[in-house]
């Protein structure tokens, strides 16, 4: 409401503006005409003395635009005087639209110098996009945020571009090309659906997909439990593709659960893409000891009595509409199990269906998508970063010294050092997707661990520590198979298949074989899976200074 107001004084004010210009002129030509005793009637004057009309008009002008400048001849504005009501109301506005013009310029002075300011922090981003968007972004930030129109945005380091449509996206993107790839390197992440990673990091411009951003937090806050064994994903646009890909990845498990993914969409596509799930998943059939998946291309609303038997119902089309339209027919048909549907904005839902709280569950909403944490990726990040730098520790990879600590101790757990910038950029989107994938899948080992369905805090953490210590060594070893399970996986869905000679360049790798076929030499590799765990999610001092605290 107060942005309506605004955009409706913005259209007032240049009216406003114009006013004294008006009435001063009018009003003046009645005060000028009366003492050189003209007409008061302009047409009128003009045909009988032209040349003193176009006098008296000009000089009109002339002092009605000194009412700009809080001027006016006091001489002529009187009660009885002709012209003075003109007069009087003209110089009150004019004072009024002074005033207006001389605070804005200071307001956008400031406005600019802040946000220049702002630019120099560290932490500084800039916010471009579609207000709703944006807004979700500036509330988190706060003083943070450098939004607006301000050339002065560009200044910053750090952009988010957050627009609801890709067109509009890449069309600012290009408009505005100058400034965003100036001299000076900047970070710019693009939120979209239809591009994934790799990201761009010579160039600066890093892909988040908001599709698998919503995948990801999907299944760390709603994970699968033990005694969940059937899913039924409804719309396999961008969204279902990726809830069904981040599935295969984080849902693999110590015991074999037989998890029957059934996806009410055509899959032609997506087997495409991903050739090898055959690899580890039956495709179309069930298979003991297997998870199995099904493509169902007919229309949903003909499979009704299929579906409501799911211990799980994601219904994650691309369109709200539409979501919200399968949620209305499942509930009218009382499925068994939890219906999860993927809107927006949360409000609709929770008061449509108001009863019913109990079974539905709400996902992808724009405030839990919009965070900078889930943009930029940060937490995740930090975590495969540190996986990275436990694997350097354990192969001995590297003893350069670290340049800020000035020793020559191993630098490889501070993650702000070049030396480690370095090794984790030589990885490559594949090897980094790697580390993100592992890191997506330790809220699974706890639980693992645990046996139990718990929610990932600290105290489960601690907990699990304990536990996995007083495992017995065929307990581990079940638990390093998993690891390696899991590791298979995300080489088989990114199109990676077995050769006994590994070959990178043609997605070829030798350790695509049963855990059992494994040298034991590489077994130590899943076990530090586990070891490390606690390290990565608890400990706070990867930095330069942390590390030499602690000595390492």
């Avoid at 839990?368 to 930090?382: A, C, G, H, N, Q």
């Avoid at 730098?389 to 003893?399: D, G, P, S, V």
Wanted: neutral net charge.
């Amino acid at each position: 409401m107060k942005k309506h107001r605004l955009v409706q004084f913005n259209h007032i004010l240049p009216w406003c503006a114009s006013l004294p210009l008006l009435l001063g002129t009018w009003g003046y030509y009645l005060s000028f005409a009366h003492e050189e005793a003209i007409s008061a009637n302009v047409f009128a004057a003009l045909r009988v003395n032209p040349g003193g009309a176009v006098s008296v008009i000009l000089k009109s002008i002339y002092r009605a635009i000194i009412l700009y400048g809080l001027s006016a001849d006091e001489s002529r504005i009187g009660l009885y005087k002709p012209g003075y009501w003109q007069l009087e109301t003209a110089r009150w506005i004019a004072l009024f639209v002074t005033t207006s013009v001389f605070i804005s310029i200071i307001h956008m002075a400031t406005s600019r110098m802040s946000a220049r300011l702002r630019t120099l922090r560290s932490d500084a981003v800039a916010l471009h996009g579609d207000p709703s968007l944006v807004s979700l972004l500036r509330r988190e930030l706060g003083t943070k945020a450098i939004e607006g129109t301000m050339p002065e945005r560009f200044r910053a380091r750090k952009h988010i571009l957050a627009f609801q449509s890709e067109q509009s996206m890449y069309q600012y993107l290009i408009a505005c090309h100058e400034q965003f790839f100036d001299q000076k390197k900047k970070l710019i992440y693009l939120c979209t659906l239809k591009a994934s990673y790799p990201s761009n990091q010579d160039g600066g411009i890093f892909v988040s997909n908001m599709a698998e951003n919503c995948a990801r937090l999907y299944w760390e806050d709603r994970f699968l439990r033990k005694s969940e064994r059937s899913v039924a994903i409804l719309g396999f646009d961008e969204y279902g593709m990726a809830l069904l890909t981040q599935a295969l990845l984080v849902n693999v498990y110590r015991e074999p659960r037989e998890i029957r993914y059934t996806v009410y969409g055509d899959g032609a596509a997506y087997l495409s893409l991903h050739p090898n799930i055959g690899q580890f998943m039956s495709i179309g059939e069930e298979r003991p000891g297997w998870d199995s998946l099904f493509f169902r291309p007919k229309a949903w609303e003909g499979q009704l009595d299929e579906i409501i038997g799911a211990d799980r119902i994601i219904a994650c089309s691309n369109s709200d509409e539409e979501n919200l339209q399968m949620l209305d027919r499942l509930i009218e048909r009382g499925p068994a199990g939890q219906i999860d549907v993927r809107v927006i904005n949360a409000e609709l839902p929770r008061r449509l269906w108001r009863g019913d709280e109990e079974n539905i569950g709400i996902f992808g909403t724009n405030d839990k998508l919009y965070t900078l944490d889930v943009i930029v990726r940060e937490s995740l990040l930090r975590n495969a970063k540190r996986i990275h730098a436990c694997y350097i520790l354990h192969e001995a990879q590297t003893t350069e010294a670290c340049s800020q600590r000035k020793c020559a101790k191993r630098n490889v757990h501070c993650l702000e050092c070049a030396v480690f910038r370095a090794s984790w950029e030589k990885l490559g989107t594949f090897k980094q997707g790697s580390n993100i994938a592992q890191a997506d899948h330790m809220s699974v080992k706890i639980r693992e661990v645990l046996a139990d369905d718990v929610a990932i805090n600290q105290d489960a953490i601690l907990r699990y520590k304990s536990a996995y210590e007083l495992l017995k060594p065929s307990d581990r070893l079940r638990l390093m198979e998993l690891e390696h399970n899991r590791w298979m996986r995300y080489h088989f869905i990114n199109g990676w298949s077995y050769a006994p000679v590994r070959d990178d360049a043609h997605k070829r790798h030798n350790l695509l074989i049963g855990y059992k076929e494994l040298s034991e030499d590489q077994w130590v590799k899943d076990e530090a899976a586990y070891a490390i765990l606690t390290t990565i999610l608890l400990d706070d001092q990867w930095t330069c200074e942390g590390l030499s605290k602690r000595g390492v």
